[in-house]
């Protein structure tokens, strides 16, 4: 049997779209089944996949699955390309909460939801203050942690390019205090209403662009005063604006394109 997919991408972090809303998927999304599609020499390839399905509460439910197979909780830029293929205000169940999609002159904007800042609720290991964990990785100190629907921690750096991110990333996203792995952002602000941000993603690796990890870095710029509650943030596929309205809610607005569509036979993929 073929399926069709849709290939999107949120500033180059890329998609491979499931529409299961009116047509169920011809059996489950296996780990293996989802890592065989992302892979970009044998499959179509994408940073992450995303599975639209109807829900009873929401216009739909996405469910989102990295690269390396594992579902998880929430994707800012897969939010976007999921509300473009819905044209119009959209509500998504996720597992990291609901959220809510309109198109925007600029594209879409999203309404990510409340940060959440406990401990336990990013989640760590122990109880540590996240406003400023004390701990380092290489040059890398000090970070705050996050959870916007998924865990983030932001480190704060002179020179977000001269970080070594490749070698640093899968040690901080692998650390023992992160029980469910981390999203590692390396953040430079760069006045008080733009700053450049690069993403190490959880089970992905280094992508383009992480519409989360953009939520999460400029809250954190917020939290600590750095910049102002509307900020740009520049990542290496592109801009997207971040607001931290004082009703406690994150709201991302950016582009969002479809590449191109086409199916693919299930059985080469599945079991
Ligand atoms: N690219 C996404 C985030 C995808 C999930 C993330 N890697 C995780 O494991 O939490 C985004 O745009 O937010």
């Known amino acids: 049997m073929r399926v069709p997919f849709i290939k999107m991408h949120g500033l180059g972090n890329d998609f491979i779209m499931l529409d299961a809303r009116e047509t169920p998927l011809p059996g489950p999304l296996e780990n293996a089944t989802v890592k065989a599609l992302a892979d970009r020499r044998e499959g179509i390839g994408c940073d992450q996949l995303i599975l639209m399905e109807p829900d009873d509460t929401a216009t739909i439910r996405m469910r989102i699955y990295n690269s390396d197979g594992a579902e998880v909780e929430a994707c800012g830029n897969g939010a976007r390309a999921a509300g473009m293929l819905l044209g119009e205000e959209a509500t998504i169940a996720t597992a990291g909460g609901m959220i809510a999609t309109r198109p925007d002159a600029s594209g879409i904007s999203v309404d990510m939801g409340v940060p959440r800042f406990e401990w336990d609720a990013i989640p760590l290991a122990y109880p540590m203050d996240t406003e400023r964990l004390p701990l380092g990785w290489g040059t890398l100190e000090a970070p705050l942690a996050i959870n916007v629907g998924n865990p983030h921690v932001v480190f704060f750096v002179d020179d977000a390019d001269a ?109």
């Open 163 to 271: 970080v070594p991110l490749e070698a640093l990333g899968p040690q901080i996203e692998m650390d023992s205090v992160f029980p469910e792995r981390i999203n590692v952002n390396v953040a430079e602000v760069v006045e008080r209403a733009s700053m450049r941000l690069r993403v190490w993603e959880r089970g992905a690796g280094l992508t383009r662009a992480c519409g989360t990890g953009a939520c999460a870095s400029a809250v954190a710029a917020m939290r600590r005063g750095l910049v102002d509650r509307e900020v740009t943030v520049h990542l290496p596929g592109g801009p997207l604006i971040i607001a931290w309205g004082d009703d406690d809610r994150i709201i991302m607005t950016g582009g969002a394109t479809e590449a191109f569509r086409g199916t693919f036979a299930w059985d080469d993929y599945a079991g």
